[in-house]
């Protein structure tokens, strides 16, 4: 139990489908991440949000949509995703400029069909 | 940005050996984090080791910031070590980067 919880943990959904990604930080952090970890792949950082402001967009397409309602959720909204967007989608958190440790939720594998 | 190599990216041990994995970075960075993830994806933290050595039962580390490398060590690995180890790095300010990982089997 690191803090930080994801739901679901396993998800498939079809390509015309429109589904979410939870995540909440127990940890009192004022920073939360997304990152996708594909096969064969390092981790990609996707979003950053900092005091619930979007901080860093990593160039991702705007078929994810994030948004974090306050400083303890995160959600990533998925629409019209394609097969090549199945992977690990991690969230994390910390407390950003404190050089404190980060630390990631168990992780939501989805498959897109 | 900044890059992040880790190396080996494979090890293949017998239950008992010791072993070294490497993360060497291009620039310099006030976070370095290793990382292990189990065969379920969970990221378990091992150690925050911008500089100096720590050590945490088997598993000790050292980061060498001036010459931009950190080694984690592994000693008597058990069966329980396998997995994929990360190191990731980052700057004040920004997100951890990850390197991609060593992928670490050890065999009864």
């Known amino acids: 139990e690191t803090g930080v919880t994801q739901t679901p943990r396993h998800l498939v959904m079809g390509m015309t489908n429109k589904k979410s990604l939870k995540c909440e930080q127990h940890?009192?952090?004022?920073?939360m991440y997304w990152y996708k970890q594909s096969a064969k792949k390092p981790l990609e950082l996707m979003f950053v949000?900092?005091?619930?402001?979007?901080?860093e967009n990593n160039s991702v397409p705007s078929r994810f949509s994030p948004e974090c309602p306050n400083s303890s959720h995160l959600f990533l909204h998925l629409h019209t995703l394609q097969p090549e967007d199945s992977a690990l989608y991690l969230c994390?958190?910390?407390?950003?400029?404190?050089?404190?440790?980060?630390?990631f939720g168990e992780g939501s594998w989805l498959t897109v069909v | 940005g900044i890059q992040v190599e880790q190396s080996p990216p494979d090890l293949i041990l017998q239950e008992g050996a010791n072993s070294t994995l490497r993360c060497n970075f291009s620039?310099?960075?006030?976070?370095l984090q290793w990382f292990h993830q189990n065969p379920w994806g969970q990221l378990i933290n091992l150690f925050y080791?911008?500089?100096g050595t720590k050590q945490n039962g088997r598993l000790s580390a050292t980061t060498v910031a001036t010459e931009r490398y950190s080694l984690l060590y592994i000693s008597s690995s058990q069966t329980t070590d396998s997995g994929v180890y990360f190191c990731a790095v980052g700057q004040a300010g920004t997100a951890l980067i990850f390197g991609k990982g060593t992928t670490l089997s050890v065999s009864s």
């Open positions: 940890l009192g952090h004022n920073a």
């Open positions: 949000y900092s005091l619930e402001e979007r901080v």
């Open positions: 620039d310099s960075v006030n976070n």
């Open positions: 080791i911008p500089s």
């Open positions: 994390a958190s910390s407390q950003r400029n404190s050089g404190n440790t980060i630390y």
